[in-house]
């Protein structure tokens, strides 16, 4: 079992950053891969970031392509995103996830195992 546990959500305005964390618990972390993802209201979750166990992959969204990062530090069991450059389309609840596929890291759902509650990201106009 992996706990995942995500903070640094908030409100912030237009144009700002934030930086969300992930704490993993349990199993080895640095074995497994990690993604985020965000749900708003009446939408389906939708892919936003991963990152390869080894840390060396990401890949991204889009949307979000040149505005987010993504990256990891083993060693305390935690992966982050930077979120700059926020527009009122990012409002959302971002979940991380993480997932260990042959294939690496998946942009879908179903190719993670475990889930974190998730974290709030509202951006105002």
């Known amino acids: 079992q992996v706990q995942l546990v995500e903070s640094g959500g908030g409100l912030v305005q237009a144009g700002g950053s934030l930086r969300l964390s992930c704490v993993a618990s349990g199993r080895t972390f640095s074995s497994y891969d990690m993604g985020w993802f965000r749900q708003a209201p009446g939408k389906e979750r939708e892919f936003v970031a991963a990152i390869r166990w080894t840390g060396v992959r990401v890949y991204y969204a889009d949307s979000v392509k040149g505005r987010f990062a993504i990256s990891r530090d083993n060693a305390k069991n935690t992966v982050y995103l930077q979120l700059n450059s926020l527009k009122p389309e990012d409002t959302a609840v971002y979940s991380c996830?993480?997932?260990?596929?042959?294939?690496?890291?998946?942009?879908?759902?179903?190719?993670?195992?475990?889930w974190g509650p998730g974290t709030q990201v509202t951006v105002s106009s």
């Open positions: 996830a993480a997932g260990s596929r042959v294939t690496g890291p998946s942009q879908t759902p179903s190719g993670y195992d475990y």
